[in-house]
């Protein structure tokens, strides 16, 4: 996976050059003072000695987010009647399901991106008969020799299926769809988050009685702008949920249009992140959450404290070595990832090797 670094990595290097060169310039007048205490572990100039080793690195981005499920969707009745059954928050509706009832006539969910907007019956054809041929193929009514799942044509075939869905939902077999008996939503499992329905109120035709959602767990947050060139589609994720416990997740969707943030100010991008392990995070909706993005990854690199950077003249770096007999002299070095949650970064350039002891800030 190719290195990405963002643009706090830049402010982190500012701020190493405007910090160290006062210290690179006392070092380039009198590099290593007689006040220092050659081959000891810590002196008397306040630092001590870290050696170079060899790590695994990953570099992240921090986030908070909402831990909830995916899409929002609302259930426009168009039958007439008396409401006489709902379902409660939280139910899950499946395709050929209830979602509700209409004067005890239930209404059933089936999967379509285009809404009911009118009766089918024998001879009829059109997108809607397509998904309606669709779901009764699906739904195990229709057989797949005798009624095709892409054909938009209402058939002998479409009435024998439809019929064997009313006997099962236990309505009148009249091989035709009234307008008002089904609901078409763009999923397969809708979960309900609202009941904006009354019962014993009358049905009215238009109205939104359900608001729901996929039964799909995801995470939602808003992600600064500036660091969206560090975040790519399948990027490993670590959740924090509520209870403190990890779970993995990837990024699954990032937004292309940035808005203005709910509380900086600054511009921010959505980005979904799918948990790899959804019954891991149980069932609450709307719940916050913690999550770093993996960005960056590298093997078995070469890697000091990034306390260990002194920042040169031309935005070169180097560090402190000290060598095996007490002395110091500066080894210039290339940076390449940081791992912020560790506090080190890759390093490279000549000389530099494993064990090699590096003079380090001491606490």
Same mark, same amino acid.
């Given at each position: 996976?190719?290195?990405?670094?963002?643009?706090?990595?830049?402010?982190?290097?500012?701020?190493?050059?405007?910090?160290?060169?006062?210290?690179?310039?006392?070092?380039?007048?009198?590099?290593?003072?007689?006040?220092?205490?050659?081959?000891?572990?810590?002196?008397?100039?306040?630092?001590?000695?870290?050696?170079?080793?060899?790590?695994?690195?990953?570099?992240?981005?921090?986030?908070?987010?909402?831990?909830?499920?995916?899409?929002?969707?609302?259930?426009?009745?168009?039958?007439?009647?008396?409401?006489?059954?709902?379902?409660?928050?939280?139910?899950?509706?499946?395709?050929?399901?209830?979602?509700?009832?209409?004067s005890g006539a239930p209404v059933v969910?089936?999967?379509?991106?285009?809404?009911?907007?009118?009766?089918?019956?024998?001879?009829?054809?059109?997108?809607?008969?397509?998904?309606?041929?669709?779901?009764?193929?699906?739904?195990?009514?229709?057989?797949?020799?005798?009624?095709?799942?892409?054909?938009?044509?209402?058939? &002998?075939?479409?009435?024998? =299926? /439809?019929?064997?869905?009313? #006997?099962? @939902?236990?309505?009148?077999?009249? %091989?035709?769809? $009234?307008?008002?008996?089904?609901?078409?939503?763009?999923?397969?499992?809708?979960?309900?988050?609202?009941?904006?329905?009354?019962?014993?109120?009358?049905?009215?035709?238009?109205?939104?009685?359900?608001?729901?959602?996929?039964?799909?767990?995801?995470?939602?947050?808003?992600?600064?702008?500036?660091?969206?060139?560090?975040?790519?589609?399948?990027?490993r994720v670590a959740i924090t949920l509520?209870?403190?416990?990890?779970?993995?997740?990837?990024?699954?969707?990032?937004?292309?249009?940035?808005?203005?943030?709910?509380?900086?100010?600054?511009?921010?991008?959505?980005?979904?992140?799918?948990?790899?392990?959804?019954?891991?995070?149980g069932s609450i909706d709307q719940a916050?959450?913690?999550?770093?993005?993996?960005? &960056?990854?590298?093997?078995? =690199? /070469?890697?000091?404290?990034? #306390?260990? @950077?002194?920042?040169?003249?031309? %935005?070169?770096? $180097?560090?402190?070595?000290?060598?095996?007999?007490?002395?110091?002299?500066?080894?210039?070095?290339?940076?390449?990832?940081?791992?912020?949650?560790?506090?080190?970064?890759?390093?490279?350039?000549?000389?530099?090797?494993?064990?090699?002891?590096?003079?380090?800030?001491?606490?």
């Open positions: 996976m190719p290195l990405r670094f963002s643009r706090r990595h830049l402010i982190v290097a500012a701020a190493l050059i405007v910090v160290v060169v006062v210290m690179v310039v006392v070092a380039v007048a009198d590099p290593f003072g007689s006040g220092r205490a050659h081959g000891s572990e810590v002196n008397d100039g306040g630092t001590s000695v870290t050696t170079v080793v060899r790590e695994s690195l990953s570099s992240q981005t921090a986030s908070s987010g909402t831990l909830g499920f995916a899409g929002s969707y609302s259930v426009i009745n168009e039958a007439s009647g008396t409401l006489t059954w709902l379902p409660a928050v939280g139910t899950i509706i499946p395709e050929g399901g209830v979602p509700y009832r209409v969910l089936l999967t379509g991106k285009i809404p009911f907007y009118r009766a089918l019956w024998d001879g009829m054809t059109g997108a809607d008969v397509e998904q309606l041929n669709h779901d009764l193929v699906t739904l195990g009514y229709g057989r797949r020799a005798e009624l095709s799942p892409t054909s938009d044509y209402f058939s &002998g075939a479409t009435v024998n =299926a /439809l019929e064997a869905l009313q #006997d099962h @939902l236990g309505v009148t077999e009249t %091989g035709t769809l $009234a307008l008002g008996q089904a609901v078409f939503l763009p999923l397969r499992r809708l979960r309900v988050t609202a009941v904006n329905g009354t019962l014993g109120a009358n049905a009215q035709p238009g109205s939104p009685l359900l608001t729901g959602s996929t039964a799909r767990r995801v995470v939602s947050l808003q992600l600064d702008a500036a660091e969206q060139a560090d975040v790519a589609l399948g990027d509520p209870d403190n416990a990890d779970t993995p997740g990837v990024v699954s969707t990032i937004g292309t249009v940035a808005s203005a943030g709910h509380n900086s100010g600054s511009p921010t991008v959505p980005v979904t992140v799918r948990p790899l392990h959804p019954s891991a995070t916050p959450v913690d999550v770093a993005i993996t960005t &960056g990854f590298v093997k078995r =690199a /070469l890697a000091v404290p990034i #306390d260990a @950077l002194l920042a040169l003249a031309g %935005g070169r770096y $180097a560090v402190e070595e000290v060598s095996p007999a007490g002395r110091h002299h500066l080894v210039a070095v290339s940076l390449g990832l940081f791992d912020d949650a560790r506090g080190i970064v890759q390093v490279s350039g000549a000389g530099l090797a494993v064990g090699q002891r590096v003079v380090v800030p001491s606490l």
